[in-house]
């Protein structure tokens, strides 16, 4: 993890991403007590921020996306380079992550609706 300063009063905490947590909730606190800039004015202010990582597949993945133009319509195959993938997730107020296992990369970060999720792929 690192601390860049974006400006005198502005920093940003990089160099940290979910891919490289465990599953678990986290927890973040910053504090700017003793810190003090070049003229010795004291720094004021602290924020906590926290976090949980699910690293679980959802129970409900669809067989396919959408638009599924296959022999029928629910057989969960397509012949387009672009389409949707959906699903529902097992709770609300959740992030999902569209992940490749055979790649070993992240496609994208789904769009969440209460528990329902969806990501447009090309």
């Not at 860049?4 to 465990?22: A, C, H, K, L, R």
């Amino acid at each position: 993890m690192l601390v860049d300063e974006v400006n005198p009063t502005t920093f940003v905490i990089t160099n940290f991403s979910w891919v490289q947590g465990y599953a678990g909730t986290y927890n973040l606190s910053v504090n700017a007590a003793g810190i003090a800039d070049l003229a010795g004015n004291p720094a004021m202010g602290s924020t906590n921020e926290s976090w949980q990582i699910i690293l679980v597949t959802p129970a409900s993945l669809p067989p396919g996306g959408q638009p599924d133009t296959g022999i029928s319509s629910t057989d969960g195959l397509t012949d387009t380079n672009s389409l949707v993938l959906s699903g529902t997730l097992g709770a609300s107020n959740l992030i999902a992550r569209v992940f490749d296992v055979t790649k070993r990369h992240v496609l994208g970060t789904a769009i969440v609706n209460g528990t329902n999720f969806s990501e447009a792929l090309t």
